[in-house]
């Protein structure tokens, strides 16, 4: 990227605009997202060996093409190591050592072989992708901290496939953990009425109740039936499996804390091209079931983005200093409208009304007629300078470099430069006689339609859709139209650029 301080318009920075606009951006995007906290809301998948976990995982993330990130159960790729799926910005596999808290990421999903060299105890895989839905928002969970919480789906190992750990705890044994925001328990059609997953099923209820495994808002669960390539049978499946739940929670004394929504799906064969839309969303707004009331509409990356920016720090508050900045381009307005009127610099003086004086007098007569005309002007470099955001607010690159003050800064430097001229051209006025608008035309006129072609240019347009429509807006509203209209100016300049120097004007 070149010349950041550079006119927008020069052909030496021709098409940066985007690009200075668009790096940073990212670079506030960067900062923000780096809020999230630690703490997270996990939601363990379980059920039998090739009930259809991964099938399921695979389904959700299906959009994103992240095939060879994820594991296949009809092929080597299985599940050996539970597999973490959570939000990030970018998809990533990462290979995580929980003991000693380190990670290695993967370039692809490894093999059931590979994955069994290590202990499933220890060592478990992560998968982190930019699917909205894992991001939960500023939600309260256990603690009160504030930030970003992210969901985490833990994809365990089927418990009769020989790689998951048999113990009474259903804590130890990977059904369950003591901080849960949801459970999802897969079963194929044909196993609904099965006995093999009852006890295991029992334990989680039983540990819930005992307070061992904790949950938000009840113990919810979500059975989700595979394999259920007939709609007839749908509400029958349903109905059996609600009853057998219903037997399970009653034995585990849990009747008034719990919460189930059941299922069913065929996702078909791995080359069919099936839409499972409704049952991704169906499945998304059942194990975020327990925070709905806390996030209402904040969840997902963006609106929790919104939130941060809506409860930033008072030193953080940005609106004081646009406001400024508004002032400004309106002072600048007011002084390039007054700087020629009625197609003269120094109006109703000529050179008639001059005669007889000194030259002194003339250039101090001219100077007193013109500055009532077009008002007293400050340099504006401290001005500008004293809007300057510290370096640490996040939107410091965009405000202070790459856009906002870069802009601003453009724009009344070509009006600083005009006054100064002006000042140089009055105090040169000649001590021959001279047709005083004739020589200060041919002194200026460049110059002025220089500023008034830059100052009123799409970015002082900008500034003018923010002073109309922004007056008792919150923060977040203010920040959100400030990115967007500075990507679309950014765009504009570009074009603008390309299309002068394709028409020879650059």
Same mark, same amino acid.
């Given at each position: 990227?070149?010349?950041?301080?550079?006119?927008?318009?020069?052909?030496?920075?021709?098409?940066?605009?985007?690009?200075?606009?668009?790096?940073?951006?990212?670079?506030?995007?960067?900062?923000?997202?780096?809020?999230?906290?630690?703490?997270?809301?996990?939601?363990?998948?379980?059920?039998?060996?090739?009930?259809?976990?991964?099938?399921?995982?695979?389904?959700?993330?299906?959009?994103?093409?992240?095939?060879?990130?994820?594991?296949?159960?009809?092929?080597?790729?299985?599940?050996?190591?539970?597999?973490?799926?959570?939000?990030?910005?970018?998809?990533?596999?990462?290979?995580?050592?929980?003991?000693?808290?380190?990670?290695?990421?993967?370039?692809?999903?490894?093999?059931?072989?590979?994955?069994?060299?290590?202990?499933?105890?220890?060592?478990?895989?992560?998968?982190?992708?930019?699917?909205?839905?894992?991001?939960?928002?500023?939600?309260?969970?256990?603690?009160?901290?504030?930030?970003?919480?992210?969901?985490?789906?833990?994809?365990?190992?089927?418990?009769?496939?020989?790689?998951?750990?048999?113990?009474?705890?259903?804590?130890?044994?990977?059904?369950?953990?003591?901080?849960?925001?949801?459970?999802?328990?897969?079963?194929?059609?044909?196993?609904?009425?099965?006995?093999?997953?009852?006890?295991?099923?029992?334990?989680?209820?039983?540990?819930?109740?005992?307070?061992?495994?904790?949950?938000?808002?009840?113990?919810?669960?979500?059975?989700?039936?595979?394999?259920?390539?007939?709609?007839?049978?749908?509400?029958?499946?349903?109905?059996?499996?609600?009853?057998?739940?219903?037997?399970?929670?009653? %034995?585990?004394?849990?009747?008034? %804390?719990?919460?189930?929504?059941?299922?069913?799906?065929?996702?078909?064969?791995?080359?069919?091209?099936?839409?499972?839309?409704?049952?991704?969303?169906?499945?998304?707004?059942?194990?975020?079931?327990?925070?709905?009331?806390?996030?209402?509409?904040?969840?997902?990356?963006?609106?929790?983005?919104?939130?941060?920016?809506?409860?930033?720090?008072?030193?953080?508050?940005?609106?004081?200093?646009?406001?400024?900045?508004?002032?400004?381009?309106?002072?600048?307005?007011?002084?390039?409208?007054?700087?020629?009127? %009625?197609? %003269?610099?120094?109006?109703?003086?000529?050179?008639?009304?001059?005669?007889?004086?000194?030259?002194?007098?003339?250039?101090?007569?001219?100077?007193?007629?013109?500055?009532?005309?077009?008002?007293?002007?400050?340099?504006?470099?401290?001005?500008?300078?004293?809007?300057?955001?510290?370096?640490?607010?996040?939107?410091?690159?965009?405000?202070?470099?790459?856009?906002?003050?870069?802009?601003?800064?453009?724009?009344?430097?070509?009006?600083?430069?005009?006054?100064?001229?002006?000042?140089?051209?009055?105090?040169?006025?000649?001590?021959?006689?001279?047709?005083?608008?004739?020589?200060?035309?041919?002194?200026?006129?460049?110059?002025?339609?220089?500023?008034?072609?830059?100052?009123?240019?799409?970015?002082?347009?900008?500034?003018?859709?923010?002073?109309?429509?922004?007056?008792?807006?919150?923060?977040?509203?203010?920040?959100?139209?400030?990115?967007?209209?500075?990507?679309?100016?950014?765009?504009?300049?570009?074009?603008?650029?390309?299309?002068?120097?394709?028409?020879?004007?650059?």
């Amino acid at each position: 990227m070149q010349n950041i301080s550079g006119e927008a318009g020069d052909p030496e920075v021709l098409m940066d605009n985007s690009l200075l606009v668009k790096s940073a951006i990212e670079d506030f995007e960067e900062k923000m997202v780096a809020k999230f906290v630690d703490e997270m809301a996990l939601v363990y998948i379980i059920g039998a060996f090739s009930a259809g976990k991964s099938r399921l995982v695979r389904e959700l993330l299906r959009s994103y093409n992240l095939a060879h990130l994820l594991p296949i159960s009809s092929q080597d790729r299985q599940s050996a190591l539970p597999l973490e799926i959570t939000y990030s910005d970018k998809a990533c596999l990462k290979q995580i050592d929980i003991k000693n808290t380190t990670e290695v990421e993967l370039k692809e999903y490894p093999s059931r072989q590979a994955q069994k060299n290590y202990d499933s105890q220890r060592h478990c895989l992560r998968l982190e992708v930019p699917e909205s839905a894992l991001s939960l928002g500023d939600v309260s969970l256990i603690s009160a901290e504030e930030g970003l919480k992210r969901l985490v789906m833990k994809d365990m190992p089927g418990w009769n496939s020989g790689d998951s750990f048999v113990s009474e705890n259903p804590l130890t044994s990977g059904l369950v953990h003591d901080n849960n925001l949801s459970l999802v328990y897969v079963v194929r059609a044909n196993g609904v009425d099965g006995q093999d997953d009852v006890d295991r099923l029992k334990a989680v209820f039983v540990a819930a109740e005992d307070g061992e495994a904790y949950f938000y808002n009840n113990v919810n669960v979500v059975v989700v039936v595979t394999r259920c390539d007939d709609v007839a049978e749908f509400e029958g499946i349903r109905t059996r499996v609600t009853e057998k739940m219903d037997r399970l929670v009653k %034995e585990a004394e849990l009747e008034d %804390e719990f919460n189930l929504t059941v299922l069913c799906v065929d996702f078909g064969k791995e080359s069919e091209k099936r839409d499972h839309s409704v049952f991704i969303a169906d499945f998304w707004q059942a194990i975020l079931k327990p925070i709905e009331a806390d996030n209402g509409s904040s969840r997902g990356a963006s609106a929790s983005l919104a939130k941060q920016v809506a409860h930033w720090k008072p030193e953080w508050d940005i609106r004081s200093k646009l406001a400024s900045s508004l002032q400004l381009l309106r002072a600048a307005k007011t002084s390039i409208e007054g700087f020629k009127k %009625e197609g %003269e610099f120094i109006l109703h003086l000529n050179s008639t009304r001059l005669m007889g004086l000194s030259v002194e007098q003339k250039r101090k007569k001219i100077a007193v007629a013109w500055k009532k005309q077009a008002g007293e002007w400050q340099h504006s470099s401290e001005a500008v300078k004293s809007l300057t955001l510290a370096k640490d607010h996040p939107l410091a690159l965009w405000w202070n470099e790459h856009y906002w003050l870069r802009g601003l800064s453009l724009k009344l430097q070509k009006v600083d430069r005009l006054f100064a001229k002006m000042e140089e051209t009055v105090a040169a006025f000649p001590e021959k006689e001279v047709e005083l608008q004739g020589f200060f035309t041919d002194k200026m006129e460049i110059a002025y339609v220089e500023a008034r072609g830059s100052l009123f240019s799409s970015f002082y347009w900008v500034g003018e859709a923010l002073e109309n429509r922004l007056k008792g807006e919150g923060q977040d509203k203010v920040v959100a139209t400030l990115l967007s209209l500075s990507i679309i100016d950014a765009k504009y300049s570009d074009y603008r650029n390309l299309f002068d120097v394709v028409e020879g004007k650059k």
